[in-house]
């Protein structure tokens, strides 16, 4: 029988040897499925067939062809926010419980030729406007590690899938941390990458004013870094692009870089970082200094420079979308829907030309760092359900909570959250490695070395 909990580029390898045969592979974790999501909450859809047919075709591919494909015989997940045209896209609303969309989003295209085996559709909050998974038309997604607590959103149902070991790698997106929120929650690697990295072609434009991309979840650094080489690329015509990288993004994970200057912030006026999660930031700080690197704690707070022009930009966003029956929304998201509809053209302008000249103040602050540490949220997973406790507080108790997390959207520059230990309560614990524009090589390096120092993924949880 399979480990649940089997690293992708293992069992990639498995499958290239034919140790265990692709339609195997797809019964085994559809059968895993079937058994957990019920307490999960992680899938939206489940979709049998087509993972069965995804692996025939893998078994009847010859080994010269095989050996090219980087998820040969590996499982995944899309997040229920991307296009695909021959599964239902919900975008976890009751206005979309049974739309198609007219065409495949250009990645679910790129991760079906890279020879993974297709699951399904994972939840998400509705159009993915909540930093928990729950509300619209999903079911909430559950922590794995405490069920009565969030997997954090709005890629929560990704996560909930991958720490739940019902397949080892997923998509997620992100506009405000939604891969670093749900991967810090349920103690998982999320890669944020930098804008333009990976196209969202044809479905969006630029996705919430740049604000948006698109990322793996995964239980270790490598297996994060191959799916990531998979989602690589731009289309012509992209309204941004990151320039190529010098070598995969798999390769990084065996480099180790020396005498690094890492910069660390650990306070915004957003919200506080409860103790327990500074006790895990100054943990790893200073394993950080024990691998050789410097550490210097400076005064920077991207989060409450960045947080008007993203209210703005994210609120704008919100009501641009076609929404037949506004009744139907999450209260949340009406609450958005209906603010973001009173802000004038000209606001929204300003909004983004503020955020991209103070982004590039910030991202100019940083140039002399090699990368910057910082606490991925500023407590660990809540309660299902208790954010936001109002619904006229919403947005502050939902900043305060992110206020690591979606600076970096606004600046555009590459993060990964990194699991770093538990809680008392035992909930896991993240810190985030914040890298230079288009470096995503160096903060994998750097992630993989905290990984090799500070071991986890051989932990699961009590499921």
């Not at 975008?91 to 030729?113: C, H, I, T």
């Not at 320039?243 to 990084?252: D, H, K, L, N, V």
């Not at 999660?277 to 707070?301: N, W, Y």
């Amino acid at each position: 029988m399979l480990d649940p909990y089997i690293e992708a580029v293992a069992l990639r390898e498995m499958v290239r040897k034919k140790e265990i045969r692709p339609r195997e592979v797809a019964e085994f974790f559809l059968a895993r499925i079937e058994k957990l999501n019920p307490r999960l909450g992680a899938f939206m859809t489940v979709t049998p067939e087509r993972a069965l047919a995804d692996a025939d075709r893998l078994e009847k591919m010859n080994a010269s062809d095989a050996s090219k494909l980087p998820l040969f015989g590996v499982p995944y997940s899309l997040k229920d926010l991307l296009w695909t045209k021959d599964i239902r896209t919900t975008f976890g609303s009751k206005n979309y419980e049974n739309w198609f969309a007219p065409a495949d989003a250009e990645l679910a295209v790129r991760l079906a030729n890279s020879g993974g085996i297709l699951l399904g559709k994972t939840t998400t909050p509705e159009f993915g406007l909540r930093p928990t998974t729950e509300g619209g038309l999903c079911p909430p997604a559950r922590n794995p590690w405490n069920l009565e607590h969030t997997a954090g959103g709005s890629s929560g149902g990704s996560a909930a899938a991958v720490a739940g070991g019902l397949h080892p790698v997923a998509q997620g997106s992100d506009g405000g941390g939604s891969i670093r929120i749900p991967a810090a929650c349920c103690g998982l690697v999320g890669i944020k990458p930098s804008r333009g990295r990976v196209t969202m072609a044809p479905q969006q434009g630029e996705g919430w004013g740049g604000l948006s991309t698109t990322g793996p979840i995964a239980r270790t650094v490598r297996d994060a870094a191959l799916m990531l080489d998979a989602m690589t690329g731009m289309v012509a015509g992209d309204p941004y692009a990151a320039w190529p990288p010098a070598r995969p993004f798999a390769e990084s994970v065996t480099l180790r870089q020396k005498k690094l200057r890492l910069a660390l912030i650990t306070e915004s006026a957003l919200g506080k970082v409860d103790p327990e999660t500074l006790e895990g930031i100054e943990s790893a700080c200073d394993l950080f200094r024990q691998m050789g690197h410097t550490v210097e704690p400076i005064k920077i707070d991207p989060g409450e420079r960045l947080n008007k022009y993203a209210r703005v930009i994210v609120g704008s966003s919100v009501a641009a979308l076609n929404i037949p029956n506004p009744d139907l929304l999450d209260p949340v998201v009406r609450g958005s829907y209906e603010w973001g509809g009173s802000i004038r053209a000209a606001d929204y302008v300003r909004a983004v030309t503020g955020m991209h000249n103070t982004s590039r103040e910030i991202v100019q602050a940083l140039m002399p760092y090699d990368a910057l540490l910082a606490p991925t949220l500023t407590r660990p997973a809540v309660r299902i359900g208790s954010l936001p406790s109002k619904l006229e507080t919403g947005a502050d108790e939902i900043y305060a909570w992110i206020a690591f997390t979606f600076p970096f959207n606004s600046t555009g520059q590459p993060s990964i959250s990194m699991p770093n230990g538990f809680n008392r309560a035992g909930l896991p614990l993240a810190i985030q490695i914040i890298g230079r524009p288009g470096d995503e090589a160096g903060i994998i390096s750097l992630a993989a070395q905290f990984e090799e120092a500070r071991p986890w993924h051989g932990r699961h949880p009590p499921l």
